[in-house]
């Protein structure tokens, strides 16, 4: 099932829809925040909170300095540990619930990349570059376009 389609993910209590748009307001009672749910891809998507704007194919951290703690912000610098790619077409605010994808096949944005490298976080906010040396990698490009985005597996 193609993200970004009307993705609902039928649950044991339900219909789960990953595809809503991010609110601050669509905290979904039943839904704690790091709640995962897997679609039929193999896509696995978790229930945040964004510390931070994020936009479409970003790649997100966890972080301890926004407001609250728990929640999850845009990567920034080099080496950055990824928890997951933000895949709505709506950018989500700060404070806003939503949904990343934490493992499967994702879009995220890179620069300087090559089909087959493994990724890292990049100095550009949200971007994704090539990791020089990669014992265990945790991102890898399946393509890479000039567009400024590729796909990738999030492992």
């Not at 839904?31 to 970003?58: H, I």
């Not at 929640?71 to 080496?79: D, H, I, M, P």
């Amino acid at each position: 099932m193609p993200y970004g389609t009307n993705a609902r993910i039928q649950a044991p209590f339900g219909d789960i829809d990953v595809d809503e748009a991010p609110s601050s307001t669509n905290a979904h009672p039943g839904l704690p925040l790091g709640f995962e749910v897997q679609d039929d891809s193999g896509r696995t998507y978790k229930r945040v909170k964004f510390g931070a704007a994020v936009a479409q194919y970003e790649a997100c951290q966890p972080t301890a300095t926004a407001t609250p703690t728990t929640a999850v912000v845009k990567t920034s610098a080099a080496n950055q540990a990824v928890l997951g790619v933000y895949f709505h077409a709506t950018s989500a605010a700060n404070l806003d619930y939503g949904w990343i994808i934490t493992k499967g096949p994702v879009t995220v944005k890179t620069t300087g990349v090559s089909a087959g490298d493994a990724l890292t976080t990049g100095a550009t906010g949200g971007t994704l570059a090539t990791l020089a040396a990669a014992a265990h990698p945790r991102i890898i490009a399946g393509t890479a376009t000039s567009s400024g985005t590729s796909s990738a597996i999030l492992l």
